[in-house]
């Protein structure tokens, strides 16, 4: 299974990687705001924003899942990726986000990150959802919350310690 469902909230379109995403995806990776989520403080250079394109992209014809390119619907323009990701040093299959900078704000992260959490729950049964975090991404740290998650632990890897916050799926429906 490496075809990549498209996906649709109210006000985004999530839809697998193509080349020409890589221009906007060099640029949101850029931002050292953006970057810093990746472990970058200074911004990702052309080269590594297309290293995590093409991984990203991989991931979908390796696992059969991955993270989605999220575009605005009224404007298709890509705002960011959402999507679940499972590497071999992660503890479990993770949710995560990345937005670019001029979008923050705007619940994209976690809008998208629960159509790609209903997608898991009801196409590979997923019942339990972890997000590794970096303690200073605050950000990411409240989009988790959002999504009903709260802290399990720790996962040291790669030479980062991240914050697990983890949740039982489905999720509840906002409140």
């Known amino acids: 299974m490496s075809e990549v469902p498209e996906l649709q909230t109210e006000r985004l379109l999530m839809r697998g990687w193509r080349d020409e995403d890589f221009e906007s995806w060099a640029r949101i ?18 080269h590594d924003a297309w290293v995590d394109m093409t991984r990203m992209a991989g991931h979908w014809a390796l696992k059969g899942y991955g993270h989605w390119v999220v575009e605005e619907r009224e404007t298709s323009e890509l705002v960011g990726r959402v999507g679940l990701y499972y590497p071999p040093d992660w503890p479990q299959i993770e949710v995560g986000w990345t937005v670019a900078r001029g979008h923050w704000g705007k619940g ?11 997608w898991a729950h009801d196409q590979l049964g997923l019942r339990h959802i972890v997000s ?3 303690p200073a991404n605050e950000q990411s740290i409240r989009v988790a919350e959002k999504l009903g998650e709260t802290l399990e632990g720790h996962h040291s890897t790669r030479g980062f310690d991240l914050l697990v916050y983890g949740a039982d799926l489905p999720l509840e429906s906002p409140g």
């Open 132 to 134: 590794l975090i970096d």
């Open 108 to 118: 994209y992260a976690p809008e998208a990150a629960r159509a790609a959490l209903a």
């Open 29 to 46: 990776l850029a931002d050292p705001d953006v970057a810093r989520g990746h472990g970058n403080e200074t911004g990702l250079t052309p």
